[in-house]
């Protein structure tokens, strides 16, 4: 599904991803650890297309395609969903008509009719309900004026629209509330098959009870540093990022 | 060509032009008239030096040679025939204009409540003379030229009345046509008077006809009485070779509120001067504006919102999308008078540069003479933005596409402060065509605008 | 507004000048008027090279030419120009030997706060004194001079360095610029000059402390400042003249020239005497400063607290000619009883990637009237251009106007340029939380002025901080403190 081949990324003239090696095969569950500042979220940034990063090394295959080659609407429509950890506000954007233009751009990419509008509103409804997202959100612009539990919702339901074969989900935890976190979760594991893939940043261990990962990294410094099972997740709830800093500096 | 001599032409045209500019009107009109031009001999057409003018250069459009029509002239088609400016799914009652005269094959307006008044400029100076005479004249500020050079020249136009206690239904329809085989000035005069506790809503097109250089000077007063609530939305869409200079006059007394809207589309050379006095307590203006330019257009609008009294609100937004190598000027100026305690005045002014050889000057002002305030103004000029535009990206939407989106969303919030939904829902309509480069003319429009 | 609130508002802005003392000095003077032998003679009492009776010569020429400025939004009464003293001197020795100079005038500075003694001198601040049309004293030269830097009188640079001189005077504020500036171009008598060499970072505070003292004259001084390559500079100026029925004329000029990497912070507090509360008196303040980012990513920052003058009438500029160069604005303008003032700044963005900042806070109380009036530009080949723009106005009283007139001038799509202006007055809100905290009315209205003026007078240099605190206190609050 996804082959990251020694990536290097920067900004302006600071390097931040210094060497990303990661496999994503179909059906599987990748969770990303690491301490702020680490790369996570430039990571998801690169892989889903934002141009203010330069990629100065490395490849990226999706689907046997060269990722790094598509500009970023192409990357979506092949499948490549992206959870903003800082989802953006749009004023102005009715959230309907944004997302009725981005399903249809999906379905033409397919080779697809546009849906009917009857069909839309039925489909937006269904997944509406899926990650009980409140639909009085829907007259308003996009995220503009939500709270943050209501923007993290709000990707969620994006994703679902949308039906992505790999997700990437920065932070997806942070700012929903206790019953959010599980309604969102469920609706995520709702959403997956044995064809598709999710990679799941996050700081803590709450998010991966619902959602298990296959796998899990820790990102450090622009690197992935550590792979192991799920087991490593509780692990560092408990002890941190230090001893893995400590491994490092030894080696 | 300097500027004095198209002072001098004035002159010259005024004096040899005057047994036709004083005929048909009534006598107040043609007092104001020599006053007016008297005052316009000294002061001459705004150059460069005044203040107000400094983003637009009025003797670039003065200077060309342009027919003057002094007396009515018929047109050899009916416009009623050729041009039916429709809104879906909203009956208005139209009034045409041609080249600023009131057109003389108007359809009689049916349905209009007792008492409601809408004919020429003319035929109300003389029938209805004290009503004429009462508001004529009264609301325009004569600090520039332009002012000065309607009331001089301008002989017609439209007239409305509406009573006290009428709540008119039906939206009126202004079309402005401009249609000549050479090319034109034309100078028009209109009058709106609403009666205390009475609603009227207007809907001013600016279209031309023919692809002739046209130089239109406009001026509109607009009198709420007390408790009147007014709706007033022009929508500017004319080609390239016209000029408007449009002024619009506010008065408001006491409790009344006035939504002044402003779209626009198309022209050469736009300027809009809108004046909003709020003479009665309570009063509340609303004054929006939104202008698309691109190739050689310009655009200059100046607001001017004099808080006379006390407690009134007045909120003013404009918006514009500057594209090619068109400039854009915007001066809006809150005046809150010593005695106008409790004001609240808030103004703001965006522009979004989307190519490289477009300019903008934006200057707001605010004038604040009492305490009890609150006011504020803002003025942006930037780009779209690009953590918004890479999010629709990444949603699957083309960077075109996801960039139009991103300038229809930028103007909006205009376009939502229409309060009538056919209107709202057709404005919406015209600009996205326009954004998307296609034609914005009104469909409906069978005539010779492109050829 | 409830009555006694009223009255607080009254007793707050009640202040009185202190500064207003005359010095009793021989000062030599020139008759009254200014006609070409004038400006000849003020060049041959300064004994000045022919280069630069040329340069007043011609701008004399050319002020001929010229109107009074109207564009302000000041009530500006008739100056006869005529009627003024264009050159009064105290008197002073030749070689300006500190211990020959009369005491009054030492009295004056120290009373005034600006000992010239260097021993007794603030630590870390050089001061050029300028009392009417001359400088009296300028502490630190020496110490100074150890690392290059030249700071010294007007008068003695054009002796002294007159290539330097000659390169940059003008050369920032031509005396084509405006009114005033041709004015002050023409009969300049003397001001500060500063030449900080490459790669020095000034290592105090350099000062210049202007003193208007005789009856009827005009002062016009002048001050140029340059900051090589990669030099540093905090340049403070400091304002006051002695309470006069009549009103005084001010026309200054400030140069600034930054280069490569230069950074350039120049403070200023303005207390000229404000006029009475009649509003009769005090200075008529007309003052063209503008600076050059000349250099790659040079920066200027202007800081100014105004709270003098009965009639204030000054830009303080930059324009941003380097790649990457930036400037700031930073200002308070407090106006009381008659005072009016039209202030504010201009940013022309010419290089890419410039950033500009302006924050403008105005005070007004009393019948007084007090205008923003500033202009971003950013110029057609200038790309990546960013400005800021916050300009408030705080209404004490109902008898006092506040104005805001911003211009922005945008001829680049790749520049972002913001502007934000509010006016009000003290919230009821903000005052009912300070009572509710057991915080009196009149503490409130000053503890809230102060926080309003806070954001600026936290970028002056700590000792003017105090200074500035100190002034605004005066000028507004009186009985609070
Ligand atoms: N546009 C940018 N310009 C400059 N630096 C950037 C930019 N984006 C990211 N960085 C820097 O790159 C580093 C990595 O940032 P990133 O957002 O990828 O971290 P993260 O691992 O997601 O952290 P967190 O857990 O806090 O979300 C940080 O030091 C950040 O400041
Ligand atoms: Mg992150």
């Known amino acids: ?251 | 060509m300097s500027v004095e001599k198209i002072n001098k032409d004035f002159q010259d045209l005024f004096v040899q032009g005057k047994e036709l500019l004083y005929n048909g009107v009534n006598d107040l009109m043609n007092e104001k008239r020599e006053i007016a031009f008297n005052r316009f001999i000294e002061g001459g057409i705004p150059d460069k030096k005044n203040e107000n003018y400094k983003n637009t250069d009025l003797s670039k459009i003065y200077e060309r040679d342009y027919n003057v029509v002094l007396n009515y002239h018929r047109q050899d088609v009916d416009l009623n025939d050729v041009f039916t400016c429709d809104v879906p799914n909203l009956d208005t009652h139209l009034v045409l204009t041609t080249n600023g005269w009131y057109y003389a094959r108007n359809h009689e307006l049916s349905g209009l409540p007792d008492g409601v008044i809408v004919c020429s400029l003319q035929e109300a100076s003389i029938k209805h003379k004290d009503l004429f005479e009462k508001h004529y004249g009264k609301y325009t500020i004569s600090d520039n030229g332009v002012t000065d050079l309607n009331t001089a020249f301008a002989q017609d136009g439209y007239f409305i009345y509406v009573p006290e206690n009428v709540i008119l239904e039906k939206t009126i329809q202004i079309v402005n046509l401009m249609r000549a085989n050479a090319d034109l000035m034309s100078f028009q005069r209109n009058l709106i008077i609403i009666g205390k506790n009475s609603q009227a809503k207007f809907m001013v097109c600016d279209h031309a006809l023919s692809s002739v250089n046209f130089l239109s000077n406009n001026l509109t007063e607009i009198c709420a009485e007390e408790n009147a609530v007014v709706d007033y939305y022009q929508l500017q869409s004319q080609t390239l070779k016209c000029s408007l200079v449009d002024s619009v006059f506010v008065n408001q007394e006491k409790n009344s509120n006035v939504l002044n809207h402003t779209v626009t589309l198309y022209g050469g050379l736009i300027r809009n001067n809108i004046f909003t006095k709020l003479s009665g307590e309570n009063a509340e203006n609303h004054t929006y504006g939104m202008y698309l330019t691109d190739s050689v257009q310009h655009v200059d609008n100046y607001t001017y919102i004099d808080h006379a009294s006390a407690k009134c609100f007045s909120k003013e937004n404009f918006k514009g999308v500057l594209d090619d190598k068109s400039t854009v000027g915007f001066t809006g100026r809150i005046e809150v008078r010593p005695d106008s305690q409790q004001t609240e005045a808030y103004q703001n002014n965006n522009n979004l540069l989307i190519s490289d050889d477009a300019k903008v000057f934006t200057k707001p002002q605010l004038v604040i003479d009492a305490d009890d305030v609150k006011c504020s103004h803002g003025a942006t000029v930037g780009q779209i933005d690009e953590d918004a535009l890479f999010y629709l990206r990444s949603r699957g939407i083309g960077a075109k596409e996801a960039r139009m989106m991103m300038v229809f969303a930028f103007t909006n919030e205009i376009i939502g402060k229409i309060r009538i939904e056919p209107i709202r829902e057709r404005v919406a309509q015209l600009v996205e065509k326009r954004l998307r480069g296609e034609d914005s003319h009104c469909d409906a429009c069978k005539l010779q605008c492109n050829k | 507004m409830a009555k006694d609130e009223d009255e607080i508002i009254e007793n707050v802005t009640d202040g009185e000048y202190k500064y207003g003392f005359v010095t009793d000095v021989t000062t030599e003077t020139i008759g009254k008027g200014l006609n070409e032998d004038v400006v000849r003679l003020i060049s041959k009492i300064k004994k000045e090279p022919e280069w630069m009776l040329e340069f007043r010569l011609k701008a004399f020429r050319h002020w001929l030419t010229l109107e009074v400025p109207t564009w302000a939004y000041l009530d500006l009464p008739k100056i006869d120009f005529q009627d003024v003293i264009y050159y009064a001197a105290p008197k002073v020795n030749e070689d300006k030997s500190w211990d020959d100079v009369d005491p009054e005038i030492k009295d004056t500075f120290n009373k005034l706060g600006i000992p010239l003694e260097e021993q007794m001198a603030l630590s870390g601040i050089a001061v050029d004194a300028v009392m009417d049309s001359i400088s009296v004293k300028t502490t630190f030269k020496d110490t100074l001079a150890e690392k290059g830097i030249i700071f010294c009188s007007f008068s003695e640079a054009v002796l002294n360095h007159p290539d330097l001189v000659q390169k940059y005077l003008g050369s920032v504020v031509s005396y084509r610029d405006n009114f005033y500036a041709a004015l002050n171009s023409a009969v300049f008598s003397d001001g500060s000059f500063c030449y900080i060499p490459k790669g020095v970072r000034c290592p105090m505070e350099l000062s210049t402390y202007f003193r208007i003292n005789a009856a009827e004259s005009g002062q016009f001084e002048r001050t140029l400042l340059i900051a090589d390559d990669d030099a540093y500079v905090s340049y403070l100026e400091g304002c006051t003249a002695p309470q006069r029925d009549e009103n005084q004329l001010h026309a200054a000029i400030v140069e600034i020239i930054a280069k490569d990497n230069a950074e350039v912070k120049y403070s200023t507090v303005q207390n000229w005497y404000p006029g009475n509360k009649k509003g009769e008196g005090g200075i008529y303040n007309f003052v063209t400063k503008r600076g050059l980012c000349e250099g790659f990513n040079s920066r200027i920052t202007w800081t100014q607290v105004e709270t003098g003058s009965a009639i204030t009438w000054k830009y303080p500029s930059t324009i941003l000619k380097g790649d990457n160069s930036s400037s700031e604005f930073y200002s308070v303008a407090v106006t009381n009883n008659y005072q009016q003032a039209d202030t504010g700044s201009k940013m022309i963005h010419i290089g890419n990637n410039t950033k500009s900042t302006i924050v403008s806070k105005g005070i007004s109380a009393g019948h007084s009237s007090n205008a923003y009036r500033g202009l971003v530009k950013v110029a057609k080949k200038c790309k990546g251009a960013r400005n800021f723009s916050q300009c408030d106005s705080l209404l004490l009283g109902d008898k006092c106007g506040a104005h805001t007139f911003p211009g922005l001038d945008v001829q680049n799509p790749t520049a972002i340029v913001e502007h934000e202006a509010t006016t009000s007055k003290i919230g009821e809100d903000q005052l009912f939380y300070c009572n509710q905290r057991g915080i009196s009315t009149e503490d409130a209205i000053g503890l809230i002025v102060n926080g309003y003026a806070k954001e600026v007078i936290n970028k002056m240099p700590m000792e003017f901080a105090v200074e500035a605190q100190k002034l605004l206190q005066i000028s507004l609050e009186g009985s609070v403190g």
Do not use: C
């Open chain 1, 1 to 251: 599904m996804l082959e990251i081949k020694d990536l290097h990324a920067k900004v302006g003239d600071k390097e931040i991803l210094k060497g990303v090696n990661l496999v994503v095969k179909p059906g599987e569950v990748h969770a990303i650890m690491g301490p702020n500042g680490a790369g996570k979220s430039t990571l998801s940034s690169v892989l889903a297309g934002r141009e203010v990063f330069d990629v100065t090394k490395g490849e990226v295959h999706f689907q046997g395609k060269d990722l790094l080659a598509l500009p970023a609407e192409d990357r979506a429509r092949e499948g490549v969903f992206m959870s903003f950890q800082y989802p953006v506000e749009i004023p102005g954007v009715n959230t309907v008509n944004f997302l009725k233009t981005a399903v249809n751009e999906h379905r033409k990419y397919k080779g697809l009719e546009p849906l009917a509008a009857g069909a839309f509103l039925k489909l937006m409804r269904e997944k509406q309900a899926l990650v009980e997202m409140d639909a009085k959100l829907m007259n308003r612009s996009v995220n503009e004026g939500f709270s943050g539990g209501e923007k993290k919702k709000n990707e969620i339901f994006q994703m679902a629209m949308l039906e992505p074969k790999l997700s990437i989900l920065d932070e997806t935890d942070s700012g929903l509330d206790i019953d959010a976190l599980r309604i969102v979760s469920q609706g995520v594991n709702t959403l997956k098959t044995p064809e598709t893939s999710t990679i799941v940043i996050t700081h803590y261990q709450r998010l991966l009870d619902y959602i298990v990962p296959d796998v899990v990294h820790v990102l450090y410094d622009g690197r992935i540093v550590k792979t192991a099972g799920r087991e490593l997740v509780a692990e560092l709830e408990e002890k941190g990022y230090d001893w893995i800093k400590k491994e490092l500096e030894e080696h």
